[in-house]
């Protein structure tokens, strides 16, 4: 892909038992003659026509896409391989307001996977929120406790 100046990026979620299901195509230029960067934000997808997408939801009681992608040149002339599976960072941002929509600040919160270990805690700030980095791939409840409240 020497010698252009931007390509495209597409962008799959990938299937086993169906196609792979288009996600997002993006535009990306080429930096350094070999390099390209770009910017994108996952959003999670129902995947309802993939059986082993429906297995883990049944079993774990939810499951994550799996995205790959592949690179091509803005004439479609050359394109690369499907690349490896990418990996996925699980970030919760933690909102908490009252029944009139206002934020509720510096609130203690701990975070539990199914089985009650705690996996993470805090408290949020002054606009009611939180931010809880690579929970890693699992279900989680928060608890919320005013004690620390000042």
Known sequence: MDG???VVITIFEKDKTTPDDLIKKL?????GGNKVEISWEAVYVEDPDDEESQKEQQEKGYTLPEYVFIVETNDGKQKSSESPLLNTVVKIELHLVDSDNR????IKYEVFNLKG?????GVLDDNGQGV?????HMQIFVSYNDEGKD
Request: net charge negative; with cysteine.
């Open 4 to 6: 252009q100046e931007s």
């Open 27 to 31: 535009k990306g230029d080429v930096i």
């Open 103 to 106: 934020p509720i600040p510096n």
């Open 117 to 121: 270990d705690s996996i993470a805690c």
């Open 132 to 136: 809880i980095d690579d929970v890693g």
